[in-house]
């Protein structure tokens, strides 16, 4: 059975998201769709220990005592120089002094409250929240620091809402993602460099030109090739992958791609003199302080929250959500709030919380005209009934498509607008029950 508790795509002409309200029953549902965080997963890189060992003999032929060749025993006699690649250890999760909880996004939350009163429908709190939870962008993070530790504070991005636990990773977001808000980005062709250059540097594993270690530019180059390529190894390391070749052609080579620069032009004032990427880094971080505030409570748009920087927060956001996956409480009890903000109306059947635009209303049969107390009656001795239920028992044989089965349940509408008779969403009917007295 298909699973129809999942919104569906949002319009792409800018109207209502379309979220499917026709929730099957709890014992038909398959398991929650796709994890928001399951690409935030950390784990130690496993060492050659932990690898599975084959159980039972080894095969005939396969010596046990395999040992690695040395690095200098090759068979051409040349010493092989090629360092092993080795990761930077990466610090452990902390745990924050923070709490974590979820809240519904407006714009979903406003569409699914059109929705129910389109419908006039009752629909189960609990399975709203779910749809929201499970919708990538249905919900907002809210991250506040626990009253316990006071001096914790939050660093927020005043652009992209992006939150980070410490000034240090709040500055390098800002860094790298928004300096192009400020700056364009231009290609130019300049002057070719001038000099004698007899030999030109040249990284082995990308054939990448690195240009003459005698250049300005040299040291600024291995830098970006190493960070953007290699940064999983140590710049010590990269360094030795590093040749230089005398050669005229790969000089020249070189020199005709250093012609290529990009600078860059501030958005604010197109006439002033553009500046190469170091420079408007060193004019931006004086801004940065005014990009971002410290606050002790954060809240992110799902889409941001989905990606952070931080590892701890990611962490701290995962592990609720995981729980709230499988159970929104936060979010049911966000949603019960705004849904009595917007004057729609919660009453509980059973165990389960409902939420309908109209407010339950019971009334005495016997107050009313014969065709509509006969629908009372019947609905209040057979809870749960459908429509067609209901025409079948009170007009045998009557075709669903007649006019007479037409006049039959002509009552029902009336009766649903006004509250004396509550639709739930799956299509069965049940008057509402009055407060008992003590």
Known sequence: MEDKTHPQEERSDGRDVILDLNFVPQWARKPPGENHYAKKEYREPRRRDDRPRRDGPRPEGRRDDRSRRPQSDRRDGRRDERPERRREPREPIKELPVTVSFLPEQKRLASLVRQIHHTRRAFPLMDLANLLIHDSEGYLVKIEANKETPDFELFQCKKCKTVTSTEELMTQHIMSKHL???????????EPPAGNFPGVARCRKTGILLGPPNHHSYNAKVAEV?????????????????????DDELVEQWKEESRKQIVYKLKSDPEAEPVDQKRAEIDFAKKVPTLFERTHRAVVPAGISQSLEDRNITHAIKRVWGKESRFPLSMSFAMRAAFRHMHLYLFKAGKINFVTHIKPNPVNPEDTVSNIAEVLLFLKENPGSTRMHLLEVLHPGADPKSQEAKDALQPLGWLIERGHIIEFFNGTLSVPLGRRRR
């Open 226 to 246: 190493h960070a953007a390529r290699f940064s999983g190894m140590s710049l010590e390391d990269y360094k030795r992958n590093i040749e230089i070749v005398k």
């Open 180 to 190: 192009t808000d400020v700056y364009d980005k231009e290609e130019i062709e300049a």
